[in-house]
């Protein structure tokens, strides 16, 4: 490589750069006076490359930018006889003196790379990656094709996290706007963990020779009382429980990917146990139609008329959107935030809602616990009912005789384990 003076005439752009946006070129140029060894020009000269009787820009296409707005007419530089494309991409990405490359761009040039041949190594330690970076970013390529090119390395790994579900590569790839993406990619990783939590409850009860019941079937409790003494958190316990209880029944809920004990009903035919078991199935029933109700209602009064129709829930969606999002990330990546009026759209209440008060069908195993008075794993949300009752009444909605025995059961129960405290 040798310093030459070059003309602006024979200098052109090389079309591999993967930079579309070149920025404030005036205030670059401007820059060019600060220059006492080489006055009106750049503190690192470009990098060129000898193509017969002109030069391919290698590195420093937005110095030659904003020395062609001054209308200079010719230049030092830093001339090579000989650089193929792939290199010149690999020098693009590996030089730190320049106006930083968008996420977009660098994301490019990396897939410019790779489909140049470079080798996935070399591109990692060009663009400062993490080592194996690369292979995954020609995985996605090889899946999104040109849409390549106007995605994020971020983006990029994620399609390549899903290479083996093509359904939800299509449904990534048909995103309009990175929200969108974020909250599919969201949707799909709960859905993926839920499934491979389903799939370890599978194994460890074949392992153990145990056959899961189905939590879902309406039958299930028929001769059978749920075990409230037995944890089940780990797909281990399966194995534990059953070598020191055989009698021990396992139901698996595919919807939490959890997993609940049974034994035989030895009170089967007892008046007292048939009661309460009774009254937690009308408990049940009203637990449900409050929670739907209160859905309903929350739609058309938030959702339809505005969050200044529910001021006691409010603040607490906000909270549940935030939390579901991460905000507390977002801010520390971007500090402005927190100085600017969120501004939440009613699609961020909801979502809001949905973390806070998820409940639609809420188990016989909870209503059991409410009546029976037991704190324990399936009453841990009893409180956060309470609250959604509590503000939901506040602002406005009126419990039924349909419902209001679940409030009734439900405020009675956390004030008890309040006081308790």
């Excluded at 590996?94 to 994301?107: I, N």
């Excluded at 080798?119 to 390549?148: I, M, Q």
């Excluded at 899961?212 to 429980?241: H, W």
């Excluded at 999002?325 to 699609?347: C, H, N, T, W």
Aim: charged share 35%.
């Amino acid at each position: 490589m040798e310093l030459l003076r070059v003309k602006m005439e024979d200098v052109f752009p090389d079309e591999s750069n993967p930079r579309r946006d070149f920025g404030d070129l005036e205030a670059l140029a401007e820059s060019f006076t600060l220059n006492r060894e080489r006055p009106g020009e750049p503190f690192t000269p470009p990098i060129l490359v000898r193509d017969g009787g002109i030069y391919r820009i290698v590195d420093g296409e937005r110095r030659y930018r904003a020395l062609k707005s001054i209308h200079a007419t010719e230049f030092w530089a830093n001339v090579c006889e000989d650089m193929d494309e792939a290199d010149s991409v690999v020098a693009m990405l590996a030089t730190d003196d320049k106006m930083p490359l968008t996420e977009v761009e660098r994301s490019r040039g990396v897939q410019k790379m790779l489909l140049l041949g470079v080798d996935p190594d070399r591109a990692d330690r060009a663009a400062r990656l993490k080592k194996g970076t690369s292979n995954k970013v020609a995985t996605a390529r090889a899946l999104a094709d040109e849409a390549g090119d106007d995605m994020t390395l971020d983006q990029m790994l994620a399609i390549a996290e899903f290479a083996d579900q093509p359904g939800i590569v299509d449904r990534l790839l048909l995103c309009h706007d990175q929200t969108e993406f974020d909250n599919m990619l969201r949707r799909a990783r709960r859905d993926r963990e839920v499934a491979e939590k389903v799939a370890a409850w599978r194994q460890a009860a074949a392992e153990a020779g145990v056959e899961l019941l189905d939590y879902e079937d309406p039958d299930l409790r028929e001769g059978r009382r749920f075990r409230y003494d037995l944890r089940t958190s780990q797909p281990a316990d399966i194995a534990r429980i059953h070598a020191e209880e055989p009698d021990v029944e396992f139901a698996l809920c595919e919807r939490n990917a959890m997993v609940y004990p049974f034994s035989p009903d030895e009170d089967d035919g007892d008046p007292e146990r048939e009661e309460l078991e009774l009254a937690a199935a009308r408990l049940r029933d009203s637990m449900e139609a409050a929670f739907k109700q209160i859905s309903s209602w929350f739609e058309a009064r938030c959702l339809k008329v505005g969050a200044a129709s529910v001021p006691h829930l409010r603040d607490v969606l906000v909270d549940g959107f935030e939390e579901a999002v991460d905000y507390g990330e977002v801010e520390e990546a971007f500090p402005s935030l927190a100085d600017i009026d969120k501004g939440y759209s009613r699609v961020d209440y909801a979502v809001g809602y949905l973390q806070r008060f998820p409940w639609s069908n809420p188990s016989h195993e909870t209503a059991l616990g409410i009546v029976e008075g037991k704190e324990m794993w399936a009453t841990r949300s009893v409180p956060d009912m309470a609250q959604l009752f509590e503000l939901a009444a506040a602002d406005g909605f009126r419990f039924d005789e349909e419902s209001l025995p679940a409030k009734a059961a439900v405020e009675a129960f956390a004030a008890a384990a309040e006081g308790g405290e």
